[in-house]
């Protein structure tokens, strides 16, 4: 198949395009908004044939996808930061209704104050919404997994939506080669939508209904029952989509980490920072890897503790942060606190926030981070979370 | 012919119509959304789907794992009931573009949602789906308050009005603001081809206006006066009495709003047709505040006159502004 160059925004839309989806409801938002458009191309020049549903809002964007994805209808959209912010009410009831609508998130700082870059804490944020959360590393994960989402979210032990992240500006902005598929690839790989109760006029369902103490605490068990079968559907598609393509993925992946006695832990583009940083200090002779969460939610916790167990000492990076949360407890390093506790001693693991706002973390930076991390580890020093490059 | 022409709304003809809201739900009695219900499920002639916005239809008709609906039925949230069917009428029509449904079917897409849902919450998301054009239509069932949550104001709730959040205060006598005038605001919509206005009392005006608002391919409009015994403070029997004294006092006029055939014709119907043609039929607005409750408060002031002329001045008004815009 070719390389093309794009951006990420780009290459979500192109892998938006081949799916060719029923449905997509979405409104602009930076940096988004070249997903959006250059879908809207798609859609008035005639190579797709989606009914494109532009919004007055991001709220309605997901109603409107609710409504149609309750058809049987294939459904994308895509958001960031405040968009998503104000889809968040919507997005429960996405996910309880068990409707695998595909959203691709150009992660984005969010506000206030008001900050257009990346970040991730936007995604971080739909933890608990019951959305599977998928995160990218450059411009072609996040045109393999906007295709392979589908797959994953309308898997029938699954059926449950599918948040694909990729970095604002970062990777939505930045051009990049892609190796895409055409149509044809999509028709073996993607078969149409099974959906048991579609609301369609002859099959007179009711969805939607009050739920009260009776009932409502077995039904919320069911969407965490989806999100547990997920666990095996998620690495079946990952080994699928690796046959088809030669791009093999995985929910927890490991880079240089045989001999580690250092491991990054990473999401999204700071992977890619990561592995250079590993690539330059590997050079230099120290024993250093990394390790980036691909899949969010569902946690993978025995993978990523399989990934993790032999490797001494960690250097959590999350561009994210949780208010109050100042200990252990940010969003992704309470993950990996929790996952180690009861399993290995945690003390040489250290939390770091870095980059929010879209603040560049050069490798001289991430450098100095695995040496503190290294002399920390000599000592046995526990240590709070570290905000990296903060001026004073 | 068109299907609202073969259509009759003779009560020989309505009588034998099936309807797709069952009783056995857990609406007050004498509920007038119940009442509404089941009058616009008559007009069914079609494949049908219902959207509901979160109400007291929505919580008393479908108590999980019970249902009222013989249609298929769905309920997202409270603001979106506009947006989530618009999404569901862009989904049937790709599946009639892609031949997965056959072409030339229509599909009956209605939304209920009540004033709050509408007038308030749910304004955003309706302005969005009328502005677009979604094939649909979008039944506001005003009972003047939100209801489902124990009676608090809405903007369409009537001025001095008591509410649990426009309480009949020592200084502030209920609720201070005039309602909204939401069929101008959906009017405002050029999209738009049919909105109209009908009460819970005058069921072939609604069921012909249901059918009528069906046939149309765009968004279409009915604002129904939907009375509420609890909130109203009335006895249950007395819902569509309620109805007939809006419509008598010129408070709640029964109209249509019908640019069908390209032009923009605004009429009286039946009930508000005869008081412009007989002006002493219009009866004082104090003849409908009395029976409420929610006025009581009202008749035991000092000022409580000078506060129901200016009641009369709105409505007069307001009935005044119609009568020209349908040429009288």
Redesign the interface.
């Known amino acids: 198949m070719p390389i093309i160059g794009m951006t990420g925004d780009e290459a979500v839309a192109q892998a938006a395009k081949v799916v060719n989806p ?2 997509c ?1 979405a409104y602009p938002i930076t940096p988004q908004t070249i997903i959006v458009e250059r879908f809207s191309d798609f859609v008035n020049d005639g190579e797709v ?3 494109f ?5 991001e ?3 997901m ?11 294939r ?1 994308f959209t895509a958001t960031a930061s405040q968009g998503l912010l104000l889809m968040y ?2 997005l429960f ?1 996405a996910a309880s ?1 068990r409707l695998p609508i595909i959203m691709a998130l150009a992660n984005r700082a969010v506000s206030g104050p008001i900050n257009i870059h990346g970040e991730l804490s936007d995604q971080l944020l739909m933890r608990d919404s019951g959305w599977i959360s998928l995160f990218s590393e450059n411009n072609q994960e996040a045109y393999d997994q906007t295709i392979l989402a589908f797959r994953i979210g309308e898997h029938q032990d699954v059926q449950l939506p599918v948040a694909i992240g990729l970095d604002g500006f970062i990777l939505s902005h930045a051009l990049e080669g892609v190796d895409v598929v055409d149509r044809q690839f999509v028709r073996d790989y993607l078969p149409p939508r099974q959906m048991k109760y579609p ?14 103490p009776d ?1 409502y605490y077995e ?1 919320r068990y069911q969407i965490e029952d989806a999100n547990n079968k997920a666990l095996n559907v998620i690495p079946d598609m990952f080994n699928e989509w690796g046959e088809r393509t030669g791009r093999y993925y995985k929910p927890i992946e490991t880079y240089q980490c045989e001999d580690a006695e250092f491991a990054f832990i990473t999401m999204g583009a700071f992977a890619g920072n990561a592995k250079a940083t590993v690539d330059d200090l590997r050079e230099q002779g120290e024993k250093v890897g990394a390790i980036k969460i691909r899949t969010f939610r569902p946690w993978f916790g025995d993978m990523f503790y399989n990934a993790i167990k032999d490797i001494p000492t960690l250097g959590i990076v999350e561009r994210a942060h949780s208010f109050g949360g100042n200990q252990h407890h940010q969003m992704l390093a309470s993950d990996v606190f929790s996952t180690l506790y009861t399993k290995r001693d945690f003390k040489n693991v250290y939390s770091h926030i870095a980059g929010l706002g879209g603040r560049d973390l050069l490798i001289p930076s991430w450098k100095e981070l695995y040496q503190n991390c290294k002399e920390w580890a000599s000592e046995e020093r526990v240590m709070e979370t570290q905000w990296v490059g903060l001026r004073e | 012919m068109t299907e609202a022409e073969e259509f009759s709304t003779k009560y020989s003809n309505l009588v034998e119509r099936p309807t797709y809201f069952s009783g056995g739900h857990r609406l007050c009695a004498g509920c007038n959304a119940g009442i509404m219900a089941r009058l616009v499920t008559m007009a069914f002639t079609r494949p049908a789907v219902v959207v509901q916005a979160t109400g007291c239809l929505e919580v008393a008709s479908t108590i999980y794992p019970f249902s009222a609906w013989k249609v298929p039925w769905l309920h997202c949230a409270f603001e979106n009931a506009a947006a989530t069917a618009s999404g569901i009428e862009a989904a049937y029509r790709t599946m009639r573009k892609r031949g997965i449904r056959s072409k030339d079917e229509k599909i009956d897409v209605v939304v209920f949602a009540g004033d709050g849902g509408t007038y308030d919450i749910g304004l955003q998301a309706l302005s969005g789906a009328l502005e677009r054009g979604h094939d649909l239509l979008y039944i506001c069932y005003n009972n003047g308050a939100y209801m489902n949550t124990g009676i608090q104001r809405s903007s369409a709730t009537p001025r001095l009005a008591s509410t649990t959040t426009s309480p009949a205060g020592s200084v502030i006598p209920g609720k201070m603001e005039f309602p909204k005038d939401l069929t101008a605001i959906v009017a405002a919509h050029d999209t738009v081809q049919f909105a109209a206005t009908t009460t819970t009392a005058h069921p072939r005006d609604l069921i012909g206006k249901v059918r009528a608002a069906l046939d149309v391919d765009g968004p279409t409009f009915l604002l129904v006066d939907s009375p509420c015994q609890r909130g109203w403070r009335i006895d249950s029997s007395l819902g569509l009495e309620m109805n007939r004294l809006a419509v008598e006092t010129c408070i709640f006029p029964v109209y249509t709003i019908d640019r069908r055939t390209g032009k923009e014709e605004w009429k009286l119907d039946t009930p508000s047709r005869k008081i412009a043609r007989r002006p002493e039929l219009k009866k004082p607005v104090e003849e409908y505040m009395k029976p409420q409750g929610r006025f009581r408060h009202i008749f035991r002031r000092r000022d409580g006159k000078e506060l129901i002329e200016q009641i009369q001045v709105f409505v007069d008004r307001k009935w005044e502004v119609l009568l020209a815009k349908c040429g009288y």
Do not use: R
Not at chain 1, 53 to 57: G, Y
Not at chain 1, 199 to 211: A, K, M, Q, R, S
């Open positions: 029923d449905v409801a044939d989606t009914d549903v532009c919004v007055e809002s709220h309605s964007a109603s409107a996808c609710v409504g149609a994805s309750a058809t049987g209808a459904v009410e919507i009831i209704s609301f369609v006029p002859e099959n007179p369902v009711t969805i939607g209904l009050l739920c009260l009932f039904l």
